[in-house]
């Protein structure tokens, strides 16, 4: 039952359990004065849910990206979110590497005094059949979306502050009964686990953890990997492509929903949620 003096206290009149009859803090949920770190955040749907969260009030936006070649980007939304009125600035790293993640984390930290919402974007992309792939790109990709999951989500168990949000892109084809994209949906598939493992420690904290597995997107990341006939297919498999532009899922109709689970909906934890118009199920 909330109180006007900012607090609520449980009911419960067996005051034998451990976390009744209690008063605890409410904590804020919304975005407003929060710091935000996005990895993959400058450009596709990290940059505009970089600039989604500082129109919506965040105090300071962190935007990762990975090498040179995406610098301008990141350098572009940087500019995008201090526009809006917003602290932010671009940090750059391998997040294969543990030491990298570790580096990350503290670099914002230091910069902006606390991380409050951790998202992370970066994933690559393989469609080849299992007999095909070898070993070097199998190792390429799980250190991109298996491993680099793994480091980002266990440091921001370290790192985030109370009550803090953490959220990891996978993708809808773990709903998928479907070939050639082993490797790839085979690498974003621990993070489901990891996610609900992260959900169970890091919940004493008052933090969410959370997986969005969004249907196949329009943004250049998709169409390299996809011939045509598979492209007119990806545009007609879900139940509402009809009513999207292009037949795909947009960016903007996944940012809404991790901006919910960063904020309102932050009593939802442990979860994968799979944005795709009904492209797949779990």
Same mark, same amino acid.
């Given at each position: 039952m909330a109180t006007l003096s900012g607090?609520?206290? *449980?009911l419960d009149s067996n005051p034998s359990q451990p976390c009744r009859n209690r008063s605890f803090p409410m904590a804020n949920h919304s975005l407003k004065d929060k710091v935000v770190l996005i990895a993959g955040g400058g450009k596709n749907l990290g940059?505009? #849910?970089? *600039?989604? $969260?500082?129109?919506? =009030?965040?105090?300071?936006?962190?935007?990762?990206?990975?090498?040179?070649?995406?610098?301008?980007? /990141?350098?572009a939304t940087v500019a995008a979110v201090k526009a809006l009125g917003v602290q932010a600035a671009a940090f750059q790293g391998?997040?294969?590497? =543990?030491?990298?993640?570790?580096?990350? $984390?503290?670099?914002? *930290?230091?910069? $902006? =005094?606390? #991380?409050?919402?951790a998202v992370n974007t970066v994933g690559k992309v393989l469609k080849k059949p299992i007999v095909? #792939?070898?070993?070097?790109? $199998?190792?390429?990709?799980? /250190?991109?979306?298996?491993?680099?999951a793994f480091l980002f989500i266990r440091e921001a168990g370290r790192q985030l502050a109370d009550n =803090?949000?953490?959220?990891?892109l996978v993708t809808s084809l773990l709903g998928a009964f479907t070939p050639f994209y082993a490797a790839y949906a085979g690498g974003k598939a621990p993070v489901e686990h990891y996610t609900r493992a992260a959900a169970k420690e890091f919940g004493a904290r008052g933090i969410s953890v959370t997986a969005v597995g969004p249907g196949p997107m329009d943004t250049p990341f998709f169409y390299p990997a996809e011939g045509p006939d598979a492209v007119a297919y990806h545009k007609t498999a879900a139940a509402l492509s009809p009513f999207s532009p292009t037949g795909l899922t947009h960016i903007e109709d996944v940012v809404p929903f991790i901006r919910h689970l960063v904020t309102d909906g932050w009593w939802i934890t442990g979860q994968t949620i799979l944005i795709n118009g009904g492209y797949t199920t779990k």
């Open positions: 607090s609520a206290t *449980r940059g505009l #849910i970089a *600039r989604d $969260f500082a129109a919506q =009030g965040a105090k300071a936006v962190a935007v990762h990206y990975n090498s040179d070649a995406s610098k301008a980007e /990141a350098d391998d997040l294969t590497k =543990g030491a990298n993640v570790e580096k990350l $984390f503290a670099d914002v *930290r230091a910069e $902006f =005094g606390q #991380i409050d919402v095909e #792939i070898s070993e070097e790109e $199998f190792d390429d990709l799980d /250190a991109v979306n298996n491993k680099s =803090g949000k953490v959220v990891t």
